[in-house]
């Protein structure tokens, strides 16, 4: 309180407030008299009027300030009072607890605590108590610890996890009100707690059957004669599962896997032992073992094995040796069951070869060309080579016995230079593509596209994958009539998305596009229209693997490849996620049918070849890649003779060597079709030997030297004037002896000379790069094109392509020139030619031809043969002669180098003999020494050791001494 100076102020200076705790009222003590006031209203209140009324005399003997002054407080204590107990406790949303089963205690995650920020006033403040709501909730709440809120939950009495897994219920948090008796107390909200019960493994495992019976055939192996079961009636994954059976039985010709099935390790014989008995155990997860052991009984039956017998699982191939018989002896056991048809399916698996099967590994380029496509072929994905080196970041399959395959892994993408591709989209044209892809994202996955180097994003055509789907986008160029015109094809194909390799060829001809894949033909589901492209001079951009175009900002795609220039930012888009080869564009389209079977067969298959009496009970069908064919046929002995007659054949000189599994599936039908017999899958394989790898060596003049006028002239040198190319094997060859087991009998290795293609020559200078200003190489253009090659020459040299015999090579490398029409300042000229087959497969030799210039000093003619200087005459104003680089000063000097360059040959020539004769004669005179040395040791046979004396011998003094 507060007041001025003596009376009942200086009583109210003196008065004390004490709050007591445990029943929070205020006591007012004035002198020797005490007023109670309560801290909850309205009884606090109500003591403050009392303690006003019974006071009212001595408020009117002293200074209204005091009696306002106790007004105030009494206000106060009962504003305070007010906000007593006004939070509700609060807790988690959502609480998970583990409890294992046959034990009480719970692990919550989170813990649980209330809290309640009326803290940390008593009662209020404070957590009394959890409730748990639900239907026979068998766990309870309890507080640990009223100030903190922690409390704990645990189970009323022990779970069974087998009866109930998982227990999800409700729990609030109440506090302690504003006293003891709980007056005014608040809930928090209710939170939803789910506990699990772990297992725990008190169960083992129990059989389903109490035995097992199984019959067998003798003389068979099988992967599953039958199967145990047994089961676990503990709740938990980990101790319900089997995870193991045992065959307790000692030495049993039989295994039992995880599952349970149960097969034999080896072949059963019946005049062995006609039945087995065998204990099996179970083991759960938990390692429990089974309660009981069950009985097998596994009888063996002596009956016939029916299936193809009489043939080799392995069968080699050797390369070039024709058709390989594949059963020549096989037949069929029916174990004399009557049949009335069979069916027989064998399967050929190349699909690990190559791009699906055993094909020609020659460029796309080359292939279009053997199967008669005319000309006009541009390869978008051609091996790196120093005049097509965009391809040289690709990854590739890094192998040369397959195609040139790259992956695309949608982060990849090239760019064609400018000028590559000279087609007239005008004109019917035709896109070609080997092409292996899986399921894709929902994103689009360009093959191909040709869009705006700058400025826009328009698409003038495009491949792209989207969903499994083809799509074929070209846009027409600005015309007269601004109309719908067909823009975009879908094709909707399950080869897009099976993960195997594919021949697509698609035949543009404006308004219509055809599409072969593996040579057959399919009609688009779905053409949409759109109007043409706006006439525009920006120029275009043509990639593989993404598509060019101006980044805005907004796209989804991966931006990997990126490239700032004015205007704004270009990058990659759409990125393919597969592999690609042979990707071509050609002009005009390919109408013949045998053309793109061409591109598209395999140079590998099965074949028959049926005698006639033979082929008129027997129906066959093979697939389009002859690597499957179907059998139907009701007579077992002409159905063996054909099956004997399968051959697998190999069309390719150098095959990819390997395995081709074979599968046999047989279906019979009997008269009685309750026992007719089932012939198992027979299964084999093709190996498909290393062929002989050929050498191919390139020999001829190999260092030569030309005048300077020949390099000057219009013809220029020829390079490789007597060049020959071989290509040879090396084969073991046993030697004739007495018997095979004579060990005196070896082999011998003999070479033997092979005639095949060449499909590639290039020519390469060594050293500085060619300068197009002086020097060039040349070739006769058409026998080039009249041989169906190609050629392409750059600064580094010249290729030539195409496939044709190394006679054929021979001939177009024979007039390969070389020009340099400023041969004053070149001395000479290194060349190296390597040749390859099977696209670089199979390489040559570095063959290196260095050519020389003989620069000649030819006197200058003067008109009167009078006036003109002897030629051996000197004068003395031209004494100084200049011989640096072979090349003359001027005429005058030219008059002087014939004698000067006698005087220094001759004397070269006196000093190099006289070395060497010298030198002969020191040889002779050592020898003579050391020999009389031997013939004295000899004879006097002197016993001092001179192994370590050195003796210097003056050949100048032997040299002089005879002189004198």
């Known amino acids: 309180g507060g007041g001025g100076g003596g009376g009942y102020g200086s009583h109210l200076r003196s008065a004390e407030c004490t709050r007591i705790h445990s029943l929070d009222f205020f006591i007012l003590r004035q002198k020797r008299h005490f007023y109670l006031l309560a801290s909850t209203p309205p009884l606090g209140l109500g003591f403050l009027i009392f303690f006003f009324l019974n006071n009212a005399m001595h408020f009117r003997r002293y200074k209204p300030p005091a009696s306002i002054a106790w007004l105030l407080l009494g206000l106060f204590s009962a504003v305070q009072a007010a906000k007593v107990n ?44 959890f409730r748990i709501h639900g239907q026979n909730v068998p766990f309870e709440a309890v507080v640990l610890d009223k100030t903190t809120g922690e409390g704990v939950i645990r189970a009323k009495d022990k779970l069974d996890c087998e009866l109930q897994k998982e227990h999800t219920f409700t729990i609030q948090a109440f ?19 789910h506990i699990q019960v772990n297992d725990v493994n008190e169960y083992s495992p129990v059989f389903k059957e109490k035995s097992y019976k199984a019959t067998v055939i003798e003389g068979k ?89 009489g043939w080799s699982k392995r069968m080699e191939y050797e390369p070039g040796t024709g058709s390989l018989a594949l059963f020549p002896s096989m037949h069929l056991e029916t174990c004399e069951e009557p049949i009335t048809s069979i069916q027989a399916n064998i399967e050929l698996e190349t699909n ?19 199967c008669g496509a005319s000309s006009g072929t541009v390869e978008l994905l051609p091996a790196p080579s120093s005049t097509a080196n965009w391809t040289v970041g690709l990854p590739t399959d890094n192998g040369h016995d397959s195609d040139q395959v790259f992956e695309f892994n949608g982060t990849q993408a090239i760019k064609i230079p400018e000028g590559v591709v000279s087609t007239s989209f005008k004109e019917p044209f035709t896109v070609s593509v080997w092409m292996r892809h899986g399921p894709g994202a929902r994103e689009k996955e360009t093959v191909l596209c040709n869009s705006d180097k700058t400025e826009m994003n328009r698409h003038h055509y495009s491949l792209y994958v989207h969903n499994c789907r083809l799509v074929f986008l070209f846009r027409q160029d600005p015309a007269e009539a601004e109309n719908y015109k067909p823009a975009e094809f879908h094709w909707k194909l399950d ?17 219509t596009v055809a599409l072969y894949v593996d040579g057959v033909s399919y009609d688009p589901f779905l053409v949409t229209e759109d109007y043409p492209l706006h006439a525009s001079k920006i120029e275009t951009q043509l990639t593989v693997g993404a598509c060019w175009q101006e980044y805005t900002g ?9 490239e700032s220039i004015a205007g704004g930012s270009l990058r990659m888009t759409q990125f393919f996620r597969g592999n690609l080869a042979g990707l071509m564009i050609r002009s005009g389209k390919l109408e013949n049918k045998k053309v793109i079977d061409c591109l598209y067969t395999c140079k590998e298959g099965l074949d028959m070849q049926l005698p006639d009496e033979v082929a008129s009970g027997i129906k ?29 054949l190999n069309s390719r000189q150098f095959p990819t060597p390997g395995i081709r599994r074979l599968k046999i599936s047989t279906t019979v039908k009997c008269f009685n079709e309750e026992t007719c017999i089932s012939v198992p899958d027979a299964e084999g394989y093709v190996m498909v030997l290393q062929p002989e790898e050929p050498k191919i060596s390139i020999s001829g003049i190999d260092h030569f030297a030309r005048a300077a006028s020949e390099f000057e002239s219009g013809e220029g040198v020829t390079l490789f004037p007597e060049l020959r190319i071989v290509s040879t094997i090396t084969r073991e060859v046993e030697s004739e002896g007495e018997g095979e087991d004579d060990p005196t009998v070896q082999e011998s290795v003999v070479s033997e000379e092979i005639m095949h293609n060449l499909d590639t020559c290039e020519v390469t200078v060594i050293g500085e790069e060619l300068n197009a200003e002086q020097e060039s190489m040349e070739v006769d253009l058409a026998l080039i094109q009249q041989r169906g090659m190609e050629m392409s020459s750059s600064n580094l040299g010249m290729i030539i392509t195409g496939v044709d015999t190394m006679a054929n090579y021979e001939q177009v490398l024979h007039l390969i020139r070389y020009r340099n029409w400023h041969a004053e300042s070149l001395f000479d000229r290194k060349f190296k030619l390597v040749c390859s087959e099977l696209n670089g497969r199979y390489i040559s030799n570095d063959f290196k031809v260095e050519v020389n210039v003989i620069h000649t000093a030819n006197p200058v003619d003067h008109p009167n043969n009078a006036m003109a200087q002897p030629q051996f005459i000197n004068p003395v104003h031209h004494a100084s002669v200049d011989l640096s680089g072979h090349n003359l000063v001027n005429a005058h000097q030219a008059s002087v180098v014939p ?60 040299y002089e001494d005879q002189h004198s």
């Not at 069908?621 to 399968?646: C, R, T, Y």
Request: glycine share 4%.
């Open 554 to 562: 907004h796209e989804n795609e991966n931006e990997t490849v990126s």
């Open 620 to 648: 066959v069908q093979f697939n389009p890649s002859q690597s499957s064919l179907v059998m139907e046929g009701d007579d077992i002995e002409s159905f063996d003779k054909a099956m004997q007659h399968i051959s697998y």
């Open 86 to 129: 006004k939070h509700k406790p609060w807790i988690e949303t959502t609480y998970h607890g583990i409890v294992t089963e046959n034990d009480d205690k719970v692990l919550l995650d989170p813990p649980l605590i209330a809290l309640d920020k009326d803290a940390p006033l008593r009662y209020a403040g404070e957590i009394c108590g």
């Open 899 to 958: 004698s000067a360059a006698t005087v220094v040959i001759v004397v070269c020539v006196s000093f190099l003999v006289f070395m060497i004769i010298l030198g002969v004669f020191r040889i002779r005179a050592a020898h003579q020494r050391s020999v009389r040395d031997q013939e004295s040791g000899k004879e006097n046979e002197m016993d001092w050791d001179d192994s370590a004396l050195t003796i210097t011998v003056n050949p100048m003094e032997t």
């Open 221 to 309: 192996k099988y992967d599953n004669i039958l199967k145990v079961e047994a089961v676990d009636a503990d709740c938990s994954f980990q101790f319900s599962q089997i995870c193991s059976y045992e065959i307790v039985t000692p030495d049993v010709p039989f295994t039992i896997d995880k599952d349970g099935f149960i097969k034999n390790t080896e072949k059963l014989n019946y005049s062995k032992d006609r039945q087995y008995k065998l204990t099996v155990t179970a083991y759960d997860c938990g390692k429990n073992r089974a309660s009981e052991d069950v009985l097998v009984k596994i009888s063996i039956k002596p009956t016939c094995k029916p299936g193809w017998q």
């Open 175 to 193: 506090d302690c009100g504003e006293g003891a008796d709980g007056t005014n107390m608040k809930k928090s909200h209710k939170a939803t707690v």
């Open 495 to 511: 080869q897009v998305c099976d993960k195997e390799w594919h021949h697509y060829v698609l035949n543009i001809e404006f308004p």
């Open 352 to 370: 690990h070869i190559g791009k699906g099967c055993d094909r020609d590994t020659y460029s796309e380029k080359s292939l279009h060309r053997l």
